[in-house]
């Protein structure tokens, strides 16, 4: 599996919800594109994570990168930081949080309306839940997620 270094920095995004970026030179972000990977393991100043790669006319290749995963990074807006790219052996495995697991267990509709879900959808929600600091939080985030799965209230539905 081909890995790729480069140095970038964290910049704002303008007009995306998550206004975080990390930019890809266009050596990098060309090959991965046309190779067709969309998911990427990326290690920012050491710290690993899974994210998508994203391109835009007005941004160019990219990584968004919320304030969470910054953190986490030990960086933040305008830092220069070191990057490791390579592509995600697993694109489409998604990490749920177990209060999400124990909802759709405990709800069959929503379970059934999870697997119908594309896998982009389901990372979002996984993420939603999983990026509550507090259990009581994700449990309540777990539970709101099941019952408009099963409404069919999610937003977009």
């Known amino acids: ?3 790729y270094q480069f140095d970038s920095y ?3 995004v303008d007009g995306a919800m998550n206004p975080h970026g990390i930019p890809v030179p266009d050596v990098v972000y060309e090959p991965l594109r ?3 990977v969309k998911r990427l393991i990326v290690t920012i100043n050491g710290y690993e994570m899974k994210r998508g790669l994203q391109g835009s006319r007005e941004f160019g290749g990219h990584i968004v990168v919320g304030k969470q995963l910054l ?3 030990g960086v933040a807006h305008d830092d220069k ?3 490791v790219l390579k592509a995600d052996p ?3 495995q ?3 949080p177990d209060e999400l697991l124990i909802s759709l267990e405990q709800d069959k509709e929503a379970n059934r309306r ?3 879900l594309a896998p982009g959808k389901r990372r979002g929600l996984a993420y939603h839940v999983s990026s509550a600091k507090r259990e009581e939080t994700r449990i309540k985030r777990a539970l709101d997620v099941a019952m408009k799965l099963r409404a069919r209230t999610l937003h977009g539905d």
Do not use: F, T
């Open 1 to 3: 599996m081909h890995r």
């Open 10 to 12: 964290v910049c704002r």
């Open 34 to 36: 046309k190779a067709g």
């Open 71 to 73: 953190d986490k990074a």
């Open 81 to 83: 930081v070191r990057i």
């Open 90 to 92: 697993n694109p489409e």
């Open 94 to 96: 998604i990490d749920v």
């Open 114 to 116: 999870w697997e119908s």
